[in-house]
């Protein structure tokens, strides 16, 4: 079954303290996402990858790093957690020409940072 | 700098009903749009793609129209369901190489049954 899968789904951490959620598609999309969704505000992107070792920016990067190492991986690390970290975040992933392609979303995880 | 509205943010209609979801976006330099289901405590399930050159999209019982040049796109629901209760997403991706999609924040959908 082609899907993106994300792990863990729900995380409860405390502020400092070093995570990594991961993210895994089984399709060979060359792009992949991440998102964060907050009330009010809808989803922003944080990071995206065109491709293997080919990261970049999105909206709102700060506090999170990304590593794009085998295709099918798009991991998210938070090196120092804090609270307004707190969000659903989801990863997203397609096939080049995102004109034409559909974006493909995992279930999401759910973070909370105390 | 691209906006996505959604209005309004919560619609409950009774069964059977058809009804129609609004989005409009300010940056008609758009590459497709796509409306997606979000349900409490899921990810995101893509309903329909309209591309930039497209005019319309059927899936069903949906139906998207996209008019670009006015920055709008409608969501209809023929016949709704309770199943059909869900948080429904529109998203314009508009920054070709980023591949990024600016989404509204959502119509909350009730259907009473």
């Known amino acids: 079954e082609a899907q993106v899968t994300q792990n863990p789904r729900y995380l409860i951490t405390v502020t400092g303290k070093k995570l990594t959620v991961t993210c895994s598609q089984n399709?060979?999309?060359?792009?992949m996402s991440w998102y964060r969704q907050d009330p009010g505000l809808g989803l922003r992107q944080i990071y995206y990858?065109?491709?293997?070792?080919?990261?970049d920016k999105g909206d709102v990067p700060e506090g999170y790093k990304v590593s794009r190492k085998e295709k099918r991986n798009f991991p998210l690390i938070l090196e120092s957690p804090s609270p307004n970290q707190t969000s659903l975040y989801f990863c997203?992933?397609?096939?080049?020409?995102?004109?034409?392609?559909?974006?493909?979303f995992g279930p999401g995880t759910r973070l909370t940072v105390t | 700098k691209q906006e996505v509205t959604q209005i309004p943010a919560a619609l409950s209609v009774p069964e059977g009903e058809n009804l129609v979801l609004n989005c409009s976006f300010t940056?008609?330099?758009?590459?497709?749009l796509q409306w997606f289901r979000q349900d409490p405590g899921k990810g995101l399930t893509s309903l329909l793609l309209?591309?930039?050159?497209?005019r319309e999209q059927t899936s069903g019982r949906l139906n998207a129209s996209l008019d670009k040049s006015s920055g709008r796109s409608t969501l209809y629901i023929a016949a709704s369901q309770p199943g059909d209760s869900a948080t429904y997403l529109c998203?314009?991706?508009?920054?070709?190489?980023?591949?990024?999609?600016?989404f509204g924040t959502g119509t909350r959908l009730t259907i009473i049954p």
């Open positions: 997203a992933s397609s096939l080049l020409l995102g004109q034409l392609y559909e974006q493909y």
């Open positions: 399709m060979n999309h060359e792009y």
């Open positions: 990858s065109m491709n293997v070792e080919v990261t």
């Open positions: 940056d008609s330099a758009i590459y497709n």
């Open positions: 309209i591309q930039s050159s497209q």
């Open positions: 998203a314009v991706c508009s920054n070709f190489g980023n591949e990024k999609l600016t």
